[in-house]
């Protein structure tokens, strides 16, 4: 039985509106799906502007319930199309006033299995978020789909090494990163912290990034969109750092076994010395 799946992720700029920026996405699931990828990942709050570049109570008009809201079903219809898992990193509306930043998780046949609440919220120049956000309550999920054992991670979430180590405990084999970062802040971080958590943990990781700069601020996305696998080399090219791209890349699970068993971090981790690490 073939442990390579086939996966996906989508960089792309801001089209000037919600429906337009829906619509590209759900072309990038249909072209992905004629590629033969099995899973698909899109962006940081993939339908609308990086909005948290200003502070705008209009923009709360973007969240909206997950799973219950349009665009979850609208893409529930689309994975049970094509066959494909997808993973939506969203605006979500648990209530009026609770809003998370949010990835939804749905299963090749169409069904939803759950999702994941960024943990971690900064509040800095060009990335207001906790005007926006909450920071999560949902733990380190790990979804059983189709492919496999896939979790998420969210942005800002990549500079905190703990929530890697959680998803890697869980069982993870992919872990997403959706982001929206930005080219004069934190391109020296981008190749460097996302291949070296795959090699921590050993596994792999899929980082996106947005492209372009928005009408609300000055912030220059600049995508470089990229697998990593566990010994944390580049699986194909990285993406371009500047255009629209659809990464399709084929992953080994296999060398997942392989690399644990070369390095048994997990074996030799010493949780009961680790207590520090969690005191305020």
Not at 73 to 98: N, S
Not at 161 to 185: D, H, K, M, Q, Y
Not at 221 to 226: A, P
Request: proline share 6%.
């Amino acid at each position: 039985m073939s442990t390579v799946i086939r996966a996906a992720l989508f960089q792309t700029a801001w089209t000037g509106d919600k429906e337009s920026m829906i619509q590209v996405h759900e072309q990038a699931v249909r072209d992905a799906a004629a590629q033969g990828a099995q899973v698909l990942c899109f962006q940081e709050l993939f339908y609308g502007p990086y909005f948290c570049q200003v502070q705008d109570k209009a923009f709360y008009e973007y969240a909206e319930a997950i799973p219950d809201g349009p665009i979850v079903k609208r893409f529930q219809a689309l994975a049970k199309e094509h066959g494909i898992v997808l993973i939506l990193p969203m605006y979500e509306e648990e209530q009026p006033g609770v809003l998370y930043n949010t990835a939804a998780v749905i299963d090749a046949d169409g069904s939803y299995l759950g999702k994941y609440r960024k943990h971690h919220i900064p509040q800095v120049p060009g990335f207001w978020e906790k005007f926006y956000f909450r920071p999560g309550n949902s733990g380190w999920p790990i979804f059983d789909t189709k492919v496999g054992k896939i979790g998420v991670y969210i942005c800002y979430d990549r500079h905190f090494p703990e929530g890697w180590r959680a998803l890697g405990l869980a069982g993870a084999e992919i872990v997403f990163n959706p982001s929206a970062t930005s080219r004069g802040l934190s391109a020296y971080l981008w190749q460097l912290e996302q291949p070296a958590a795959a090699a921590a943990n050993e596994y792999f990781v899929g980082a996106i990034n947005r492209v372009g700069v928005e009408e609300l601020g000055d912030n220059d996305f600049y995508g470089t969109t990229y697998f990593v696998d566990p010994e944390a080399q580049f699986v194909g090219e990285v993406a371009s750092d500047k255009e629209p791209e659809l990464v399709v890349r084929d992953l080994d699970l296999a060398k997942l076994r392989e690399v644990r068993d070369r390095w048994q971090f997990y074996r030799d981790r010493r949780p009961d010395a680790y207590g520090p690490l969690t005191a305020p």
